[in-house]
């Protein structure tokens, strides 16, 4: 067994029998969840993984994810956490481009992802739910009497996100990057622990809800943190409101992160539905992927209890960069937070030249663990990763003096709906092969719920018409539910400079008008 802290052996040997994994009427406790890991782990070996291997994982947030995570971590192979809701060609894409070899789903009908692993180098393809041809059934992979295998923690983490062409794009591991950019692990250590540090609770354990996807940095984090800590973890595998309610007063959960949508969700309820529920064992809400009002933390005090917000910025590509701490967002309204440790933040114009504090500009950024390439990419060029390591965040902002970073724009096009980022460039290319459509422009517009939504503007060939029922409808099949436009408006002519380029922030001006924030 394991001495390492933090270790899902380590737990399995220093408190065995204690709940470690709860989802919906099922639980696992810490020996349990390993003596599940090694029975994954000693089938996937069985079926010739190796370690460095990628996996990608299709699952929603369940009790198997945490399994198969610690199934790779022991054999040492590479987690690509990919989207359940992918349509089967943004899948291949993804597939393709990371070079996976194996991959694990959970989806209702997994013969409908044939015809794509039949065109990839795709070596094993297991099936949780549901019996499929093509796949071997997960409960089939778990041998009775598995050879023990210890781990360092999680498995390295591969997530796709998309640069400005709107093409997916794969960031490596963290431990990847540190590697890529030779920073010292003293630094890296420092760094992870500041961040750590920031979300933590007073408590020797603690009960933490997830319900943030586990295709997202975010879950598997939420994960991670649980297991380092030996906390028990709760799992809510879709979101609903009364939901999470019902677990946070059922469990004592006292440590939860969720999205604003999800916040808004939960005050969209009747003030009786939210008074079922005792929340008094929150001592941490989190907050972040996406602005959050004022207005929205005022609820949250009133409900939750004052001073419990804990709000952080970051991205993929760079890790944490900033938090803010409970009982501060009243004294600094509208900022998420200072710099982590080792986290340095540049306000830049134009020519990427500093500004002084107070003055708006591009938020570039250093982190111990900032991208420098994506996977199977040539390095990032100097537009975007400067020869100091700082990043180009795409975000518009300004620091105080204090160091307190407020985000009020997007220079990069990126819609975030719901917490989730969306890439118009790739929306643009999916009403763009309709043969009515001369030229298409996407943008984000205000939405109460989700924050934005996503509007597209079209130009029609001449003499040639279309409904926007019917370019909707177009896109139904090649894009995720939730990249596809909810309004299309066909126009005379977009909007452009003397060369051409399409001025997005124009169409966007007339609806983000009123608002202080323009994200």
Known sequence: MSNNPGTIEYWAQHKPDTVALVEADQTLTFSQWNKQADRLAQGLANQGLNAGDIVAVRTQIRLEWAVISAALAKLGCRLLGTNWRLTPAELAYVLENSKAVAIICDDAEPSLLNDVLDKLSIDLAVSIDTTALGFINFGDLLVEQPTPRTSDGEPELIIYTSGTTGLPKGVPSRKARAANRQ?????????????????????????VLITLPMHHAAGPSALAGALRRGDKTVLLRRFDAEAALRLIDHHQVNDWTGVPTMYKRIFGLTEQARAQFDVSSIQRLGVGAAPVTPELKQSIDTYFGKDLVSEGYGSTETGMITHMPPGRHSEKPGSCGQAHKHVDIDIRDDQQQSLATGEVGEIWV???????????????????????????????????????????????????????????????????????IQDVAVIGIPNAEFGEEVKAFVELKPNRSVSEAELIEHTRNLLASYKQPRTVEVVNELPRNTMGKILKRELREPYWREKEQKV
């Open 183 to 207: 920073t010292d692990t003293k630094i890296i250590e420092e760094y992870i622990q500041d961040v750590a540090g920031a979300r933590a609770i007073a408590g020797d354990v603690n009960t």
């Open 366 to 436: 250093r982190t111990p663990v900032t991208i420098t390439g994506y996977l199977n990419e040539a390095p990032l060029d100097t537009d975007t990763l400067d020869v100091n390591g700082f990043f180009r965040t795409g975000d518009v902002g300004r620091l105080d003096d204090e160091g307190y970073l407020y985000i009020t724009d997007r220079a990069k096009d990126m819609i975030i709906s719901g917490g989730v980022n969306i890439y118009p460039a790739e929306i643009e290319a999916a009403i763009f092969s309709h043969d009515a």
